[in-house]
């Protein structure tokens, strides 16, 4: 009897915790779905403007931002009318008040005079030192604007096709609407679109990281626990079966 009361003891125990763990899973699990679709928004790359960054035909997740929250580095994606009134994805390179300007002697971006070092250009293969930009180019932003440039110099049409506009070739603030934190689609291109550190040492440096990485965790370990938790049953039934004995008594 001592035995059986110890055995039922075990499973009883053995059952809150598994039922537990099941709750909590499901709160995780939910709960990071779903600030995931309110912080959240999933777009299709259109172009290789932004690559080696993303390429045509990734999906990402971009966090819904107001355009005050945007720091230079930011990939951002914005609508504005005078580039087409569609989706656009670029970098933010410049904002307002700044003078921006391509190339230094060196082949770098300069911001208000300051080199910035662009590791995610890579080599892009136009010569002339793989300068930041095949073209010179030098832009005072209007205040409240952004100055965006896509990561794929040679090919990308963003702010240096648009300098002869009335904003030179900058687009206000209140046109982004979100800032890329991940590429999740194709698996093989997975990943976190980081902040550059080209730009931290400028004043506002860059913005902190979103909160992607924490909800996809609480979204895994969720997960993790209601199947454990729900796996708990019944493999503690199959434990519990009583064994057959083998070979026959004999008299």
Do not use: N
């Amino acid at each position: 009897m001592g035995g059986t009361m110890r055995t039922g003891g075990r499973g009883c125990l053995g059952g809150v915790l598994s039922g537990l763990a099941v709750a909590v899973g499901c709160v995780l699990f939910l709960g990071g779905f779903a600030c995931g679709a309110v912080l959240y928004r999933p777009y299709t790359v259109p172009t290789d403007s932004m690559s080696p960054t993303v390429g045509a035909g990734d999906r990402v997740l971009a966090q819904r931002i107001d355009g005050s929250e945007v720091r230079r580095g930011d990939v951002v994606v914005f609508t504005d009318r005078t580039w087409g009134d569609l989706p656009m994805v670029k970098r933010v390179v410049g904002l307002g008040g700044e003078e921006v300007a391509c190339c230094d002697a060196d082949g770098r971006l300069t911001v208000d005079g300051e080199p910035v070092r662009e590791p995610y250009l890579r080599s892009q293969g136009w010569g002339a030192g793989e300068a930041a930009s095949p073209t010179e180019f030098a832009a005072t932003v209007p205040e409240g604007s952004l100055f965006l440039l896509g990561d794929q110099r040679a090919g990308s049409q963003d702010s240096r096709a648009h300098l002869q506009d009335a904003g030179r070739g900058s687009v206000p603030r209140s046109a982004v609407a979100a800032r890329l934190d991940a590429v999740v689609w194709p698996p093989g291109g997975l990943g976190m679109v980081d902040r550059p550190q080209g730009f931290a040492a400028l004043p506002g440096g860059v913005s902190a990281p979103g909160p992607v990485r924490p909800l996809a965790w609480a979204v895994a370990i969720g997960a993790a626990l209601v199947l454990g938790g729900a796996a708990y049953g019944p493999l503690a039934r199959l434990g519990s079966r009583p064994r057959k004995r083998s070979g026959a008594t004999r008299g």
